[in-house]
Every structure is written in C-alpha cells, then in structure tokens.
C-alpha cells in the first residue's frame, strides 16, 4: 500500500526566511509524485510533478526535488503570501489512477 | 480556459437524506476522479472514471455511496442515507491522460462541503 508522510504539520516563517518541507513516501513503483497548495475553503492547486530521482523543478520561490525516497519542496526568501498548506502525493505503477496525499504541511509566512 | 468546476459549494442535509454532487470536469480531459477530505486528515480517494466507465471503485466507503458518468463530462457522487461520519469536503479532479508520463496532472475543482446534521 502506497504511503506518504509529510513534516513537519505546520511551519512558521518569517518573511524572508527560507526553509524545506519534507515528504517521504513508499510506493511499488513511482509513476510521480505530486506537489499541490491549498488554500482555505479551495481546492489543491497544482504546482509541481516529479517522475525520477535526481530530477527538480522550479517555480518562483519554490523548488522541488526527488530522491527514491523522499522529496522535499525548498522555500526561498518567502513572503506572506506563501501562506498555505502544502500537500505532497504519489501515484503508484499499480494505480494509474489514484493518488495517495499526505496530510500536508501548513506554511505561515510572517511580516 | 474554465477549470473544474463543483456544486452546490456547500449542502446541509439532516441524516438520513440522500444528497448528489456535482462535477464538471475541465473540457478534454477523459480521466475524473472524486476524493474526500475530512477534517485533519489528507485527501482520500474515492473512484477514477475514464470515460464513461470507473475501472477503480475502491476507495467508496460504502454501498450508500455511488457515482456515474454521462457523455464522458459530468459525474455526479450520490450518498444515499447520509450518516454524520459522512460530513467532509468532496473534491473532483481531472486529467487529460491519466498514467502517462505527461500530461498527468489532476486538476481539483473547489469542493463540496457537506454538512450531515
């Protein structure tokens, strides 16, 4: 069965202050794992898709990476703004379907 | 262009009720798919259609839940006799080209909150 867990549960920022999130997960066969932000009362929105160790991907003032088994989304110089909870999941070769989410993390970014 | 798209936002029902949610998946995609999200948990997957058709039916929790999908577009969750464990937000999602090595993504729409008093 694919699991995923993510830490820490919640995260305090100063703005400006960088830090990483962590997501490990075990899965029979990795197809991708997925990073989305949710915002309150919102559904997830798609941020980043990684398919192979070693790969990252970069988007304003966030970066993902991959190993086989973990990933962490790295947060640069954040601002208020970045305030969200940050939801990690996986897709299994068995399931070319579902994904498996993690609890997520939510992110405070303050002035 | 349009994203998915959910309805009602929110719905109140006393238990006992039956309820149908509604998805309109964004324009193209063949692959949909529902999950719930209950309070401090992560999202929990429900069923994946491709087309017309659910070849994954293993996440419903129950006989009193159960889905279809017409015209390859809009599906529709139905919870028959809702109890209170029911009360979650339902999500849908869809994909262009579920499983392939581009193209993946799932596409949330904004949820259905459901309240079972």
Known sequence: EDQVTQSPEALRLQEGESSS????????GLRGLFWYRQDPGKGPEFLFTL??????????????????KESFLHITAPKPEDSATYLCAVQGAGTASKLTFGTGTRLQVTL | ???VSQSPSNKVTEKGKDVELRCDPISGHTALYWYRQSLGQGLEFLIYFQGNSA??????????????????SVSTLTIQRT????????????????GAADG???FFGPGTRLTVL
């Open chain 1, 21 to 28: 999130l962590n997501c490990s997960y075990t899965v029979s």
């Open chain 2, 104 to 106: 993946n993504e799932q």
């Open chain 1, 51 to 68: 398919y192979s160790a070693g790969e990252e991907k970069e988007k304003e003032r966030l970066k993902a990476t991959l190993t086989k």
């Open chain 2, 1 to 3: 262009g349009a994203g």
């Open chain 2, 55 to 72: 070849p994954d039916k293993s996440g419903l929790p129950s006989d009193r839940f159960s889905a279809e999908r017409t015209g390859g």
């Open chain 2, 83 to 98: 109890q209170q464990e029911d009360s979650a937000v339902y999500l849908c999602a869809s994909s262009a080209t579920p």
